[in-house]
């Protein structure tokens, strides 16, 4: 069973960044797609970006593209969501998710999911 532990979340001015991570274990980590998904209050989750279990292919939601990046750390079992020019409506629970193999832009697709953190953008 995958665990996920995500990290990097506070509170930032409109126009800044932030780095979440996501350590992942319990399964062999290259085995697995992984996704970021937020979800904001009164919303539905919606997926951000995925990584492909290989890295080579990466998929980003279209209110974000642009504006982020997944990357993933094979040796730290980690999967990382840079997020540059951030506005008051990235304001929401980011959660990270995994599946085998293959991204999906489907959120209910995912087994895996962590607890969460917050990202709350300031106008």
């Known amino acids: 069973q995958v665990h996920l532990a995500e990290s990097g979340g506070g509170l930032v001015q409109a126009g800044g960044s932030l780095r979440l991570s996501c350590t992942a274990s319990?399964?062999?980590?290259?085995?697995?797609?992984l996704a970021w998904v937020r979800q904001a209050p009164r919303k539905e989750r919606e997926f951000v970006a995925g990584?492909?279990?290989?890295?080579?292919?990466?998929s980003y939601g279209g209110l974000v593209k642009g504006r982020v990046s997944i990357s993933r750390d094979y040796a730290k079992s980690t999967v990382y969501l840079e997020m540059n020019n951030l506005k008051p409506e990235d304001t929401a629970d980011y959660y990270c998710?995994?599946?085998?193999?293959?991204?999906?832009?489907?959120?209910?697709?995912?087994?895996?999911w962590g607890q969460g953190t917050q990202v709350t953008v300031s106008s």
């Open positions: 990584v492909s279990a290989g890295g080579g292919v990466k």
């Open positions: 998710a995994a599946r085998p193999v293959a991204i999906s832009r489907s959120v209910d697709e995912y087994k895996g």
């Open positions: 319990g399964v062999t980590f290259s085995d697995y797609a």
